[in-house]
């Protein structure tokens, strides 16, 4: 059974910086991308950022690119998500998850396991 557990959310101030980490287990962690998505209040999840297998390729939400730096340590079975310059509109649940697939990343379908999430509050 696949499980995937985030951690690092908190309440902090717009500007401030947070990283999550998502540890994996129950499969083979290198061999799979991971991704992560987040989730407002009200609205529906969407597309944060995700990784190649092997670490070498990544892809960023346009909301999030140069703020936000997704990066995976596979002998640890975890990825993770730094975020820096943090605003008020990141505020959201976020997810991790785990995809077969090397395509398609920025869709909820590509991936078959998600994590429980992780909330992050950025206040004004």
């Known amino acids: 059974q696949v499980q995937l557990v985030e951690s690092g959310g908190g309440l902090v101030q717009a500007g401030d910086s947070l990283r999550l980490s998502c540890a994996a287990s129950?499969?083979?962690?290198?061999?799979?991308?991971m991704g992560w998505f987040r989730q407002a209040l009200g609205k529906e999840r969407e597309f944060v950022a995700a990784?190649?297998?092997?670490?070498?390729?990544?892809y960023y939400a346009d909301s999030v690119k140069g703020r936000f730096t997704i990066s995976r340590d596979n002998a640890k079975s975890t990825v993770f998500l730094q975020m820096d310059s943090l605003k008020p509109e990141d505020t959201a649940v976020y997810y991790c998850?785990?995809?077969?697939?090397?395509?398609?990343?920025?869709?909820?379908?590509?991936?078959?396991?998600w994590g429980q999430g992780t909330q992050v509050t950025v206040s004004s």
């Open positions: 990784i190649s297998w092997g670490g070498g390729v990544a």
């Open positions: 129950g499969r083979t962690f290198r061999s799979y991308a």
């Open positions: 998850a785990t995809t077969y697939y090397c395509t398609g990343y920025k869709f909820l379908s590509t991936y078959d396991y």
